[in-house]
C-alpha cells in the first residue's frame, strides 16, 4: 500500500514538473513568450514543492494540510491560466498553438487535482 501511494506522489511532483519542460519546449519553438516560461516556473516550484512535502513523514495534523494543498494550488492554477493567458495575448490566444498550450495546462492541472484527492483519500484509510 506504501509504495501505490508513494507512486501517485511521485506522479503528482513529476506532473508539477512538467509545467516548466513543456515552457521551455514551447519557449524555443517560439510559441510562448519568456514570461510564461516564468509563469510555469512558478506553477513549477509551488506543485513540486508541495508534491515533495507530502513524501516526507509528519505528523498527523499537518499531512492533511499538506495534501489539501496539493488539491488547492492546481485549483488555483485551472482557473489563472486562461486569465493570464487571455490578459497577455489577446486575440492571438485563438490561434491554434495557444490554444494547444491553454488545454495541455489545464489537462496538467486536472491530473494534478485527481492524483492529489487519490493522496488524500489514501491518507484517510491509513
Known amino acids: ?18 509545467y516548466f519542460i513543456f515552457k521551455v519546449i514551447w519557449y524555443i519553438c517560439g510559441f510562448v513568450y519568456f514570461k ?6 512558478i506553477a513549477t516550484v509551488l506543485t513540486t514543492f ?4 507530502s513524501f516526507r513523514k509528519y505528523k498527523e495534523a499537518v ?3 499538506l495534501h489539501w494543498l496539493a488539491v488547492l494550488i492546481p485549483l488555483i492554477i485551472i482557473p489563472l491560466t486562461p486569465i493570464i493567458m487571455i490578459h497577455n495575448l ?19 492541472a486536472i491530473t494534478q487535482v485527481i492524483f492529489a484527492l487519490l493522496m488524500f483519500k489514501r491518507l484517510k484509510k491509513n
Open 90 to 108: 489577446g486575440h492571438e490566444i485563438f490561434q491554434i498553438e495557444k490554444i494547444a498550450i491553454l488545454i495541455i495546462f489545464e489537462c496538467l
Open 36 to 41: 510564461g516560461v516564468i509563469l510555469g516556473l
Open 50 to 53: 508541495i508534491g515533495i512535502l
Open 63 to 65: 499531512k492533511p494540510v
Open 1 to 18: 500500500m506504501k509504495i501505490i501511494k508513494e507512486k501517485i506522489n511521485l506522479v503528482y511532483t513529476l506532473l508539477g514538473l512538467l
